[in-house]
């Protein structure tokens, strides 16, 4: 469910008629919708209330610092995966005690920049990531919370590029090398063992492999106690899936209800770090028309946004609903959507049925609150698209389209 529907046909975000905020900040733009992502929090959230739990948004999905701080309101947390990420929760006021840090190469400086915040857990995912942060945290006289990111060789059924907890993965530590894992992390000054993490990949449309995942680190919660390693927190990680086209992923009241059920009576505080669930739905990503060209192969609809401003189509083949804000009502047609980047690769979709569109008109392109500004670039040396965001029946500006002058600007002064 979003906020993003026709009245008297025209494309709505919220209370706002999307041709309204085009006339005034241009395309391409990313709209965001307030109450979708607060919506969407609480759906999630609100699932796990029988038992102890910390939200964690997945702050590499949507990093916008609006993003954040509507979240953080509504009490989330973050999950992040880098420095920089650290530097934009804390900014938006996330609580350091609801920050977890992921990654597979968390550099000297991430490192203590996450010690000095006193975040509450590293998710290690390597031997020599644990003796880093040992000695850091022994140079500043500290103590690190950990987990260790368990790869539990679960097979998540997603796209490849986004399955990340089978055993030719880069992530996590082998399920099998984890009781030495946690007996070395015990004896060493400057950690702490507090949890045990997964996280299994992305775009996950059923419940059974989290269930899956959360039985081996059940099992190995077990092992622990009875090596006196006390666990408090079982991270489950992000993952569940959403609508992009037909996809039928399971309601988040179901998915919390079977994790809590399976998790009932275990003292422990689950953390989850949902990204796409949250902000995917609740987000578009609205164009121009600039040209159109027909081929003897193709009618090709030439648009203002490229891979460049969203690149999933491109990278990992990706569906999004594309529809007019308009709607004409006009016979159908067969499209490719294509950006104006000089690649083959640059489409938004293929062998698209729209109405017959015209230079100059407007679409929107669905469901890219998620993984869509953040993987922008400026390929092309095309400045990168503004962020809208609606609440209720007003709009407002929370990143400024990027202009010429950034383009050069770190260039020019060196
Ligand atoms: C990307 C990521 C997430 C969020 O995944 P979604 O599929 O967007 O929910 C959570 N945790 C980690 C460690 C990640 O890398």
Known sequence: MHYFNLRDNRLFAEEVEVEKIVEKYGTPIYIYS???????FHAFDSAFYSIPHITCFSVKCNSNLHVLKTLKEEGAGSDIVSGGELFKALKAGIDPKKIVFSGVGKQDHEIREALYADILMFNVESMQELEKIN????????????????NPDVDPKTHPYISTGLKQNKFGIDIND??????????????EPVGIDCHIGSQLTEISPFLEALDKLKYLYTELKELGINIQYLDLGG??????????PP????????????????PLTLILEPGRVIAGNAGILVTKVI???????KNFLIVDAGMNDLIRPSFYGSYHRIAEVKPSGRPIKKYDVVGPICESGDF????????EVFAGEILCIFSTGAYGFVMSSQYNSRPRAAEVMVQGDEFFLIRQRETYRDLVYLEENV
């Open 348 to 355: 938004l979709a293929k062998d698209r049925e729209l109405p």
């Open 135 to 150: 000695q850091i945290a022994i140079s500043l006289n500290k103590k690190a919370r950990i987990s260790f990111r368990i």
């Open 291 to 297: 040209y159109t060209k027909n081929t003897s192969e």
């Open 239 to 248: 993952g569940l899936g959403i609508t992009y086209k037909e996809e039928e």
């Open 178 to 191: 984890a009781i030495y894992a946690y007996r070395t992390a015990k004896e060493l000054k400057g950690i």
């Open 251 to 266: 309601h988040p009241k179901e998915f919390g209800e079977a994790l809590s059920k399976s998790l009932a009576g275990y």
């Open 34 to 40: 307030s109450r979708t992502l607060k919506r969407h």
